[in-house]
Structures are given as C-alpha cells and as structure tokens.
C-alpha cells in the first residue's frame, strides 16, 4: 500500500503524540511504503527546524527506517489542474503531486482537501481513517 502524507500530518506525527503519530507507526510497522513529495520533503524539515529544533532529526530517523519514496515536484500541467479545485492555492502543489504519484490514500488533516471535488479525483482521508484502513489492509 503507497500512502503520500501532507505536511501537517508529518509534522505532528513527528512533534506530538495522537493519531498522526499513530499513523507513521502503524506505517513503520505494517512497512507500507511511504511517498512524500519533494515540497512535503522540504516544507517539513524546514518548519521543524523552525518551530520544534532537533526534531528535525526524528523525521530523518524516521525517514531511514520506512520504505520511503521522496518524489519530484509535479509537472506545471498538473498544478494548474490541482489549482482549478483546491480553495489554498498554496496547497496545489501538494494535490497535484498526488494526483500524479496516485496513491493509494493521501492523508492529510487540512480540510481544503477534504472536498467533494478532491475527494471525486483522489482518496484522501484524516488521520485516523487511514489508520484503520492500513490496519485492515495488513491483517
């Protein structure tokens, strides 16, 4: 099973306890693969630095012991696709990475992608959905 994470789940699962660390052990665990996107990649490290220091080092910590696949940035075509259906432009990049990488679920905590119109072109889901869906695929 792929699941591509949005930045926010990253980030608290790497800061706090809760469902989305819940999720990125039950990743861990159930050793399903992990995709992130470059921006994801970089907007995480970058925040973490910022807002929590040497938490940074848990995520590569993280990152090392998962099968992870960091992807590149999507194509223009693409984010101009994911920019007519997304409310924050600023999340475009991210939803057209998904789009172009189809994961299996795209998880995120960010309602902006919790919509009718997202929800027709990709499976995305809250945190704690996808923990009962990896749970159930591993069995």
Known sequence: ??????????MSGIAFTGSERELLDIIYRKK?????????EIETRIVLKLKFPGKENT????LNLVPAKIVDLPSKETIIEAESVIR??????????ALEVKPDIF??????FHTSKIASIINVMHPKEAIALIDYHYK
């Open 1 to 10: 099973m792929r699941i591509m994470l949005d930045t926010n789940v990253v």
């Open 107 to 112: 998880v995120s905590s960010n309602l902006d």
């Open 59 to 62: 995520f590569q910590d993280f």
């Open 88 to 97: 924050n432009q600023n999340d475009a990049v991210v939803l057209a990475t």
């Open 32 to 40: 399903a693969t992990l995709v992130l996107s470059k921006f994801v």
